[in-house]
């Protein structure tokens, strides 16, 4: 396997296992989910150097650093990597904003670039479909999130 899939398949796991300690926290009320919430920000430091890496990398050992950015094959969106691009580009200001001190300089507005890795995981997910058309790893993650999220959402909505 190249080294670039293992950062991808890295950053990804992270990615999933961080969107779904919050809404996972408040169905099943765990203390100790709710306790370890914090770790996301770390979490999502580690996934989005795995991303940067996987990106990198595969740039790299394909020779395509160059007009990349120009490349109108890169932002076909029939493939994978305009996706790709477009969730490396959501998913890049919530990871430099992954910290404390973005969180105390940002305030309210922080949340709010949080939020970005939202978009940033289901691109990811039609990214990796579109890959290798293995629907199981791209887009049943997105699914399962997204009942999860739903049902949390429903949850607070009746407690409060």
Known sequence: MEIHLIFAKASWLTFFAILLMRPLSGILNSSWLKSNLGRRKELGIICGIFAFLHIVIYLYANNLF??????????????????????????????ITSNNASKRFLKKHWLTIQKLSYPAFIFTGIHIYLVNKNWVLGLVPIIIWSIIWTWAQIKKHRDS
């Not at 305009?82 to 890049?92: M, Q, T």
């Open 66 to 95: 160059g007009n990349y950015i120009f490349n109108s094959a890169f932002w076909n969106f029939k493939t994978l990597f305009a996706w790709g691009n477009l969730a490396a580009i959501f998913l890049f200001f919530p990871f």
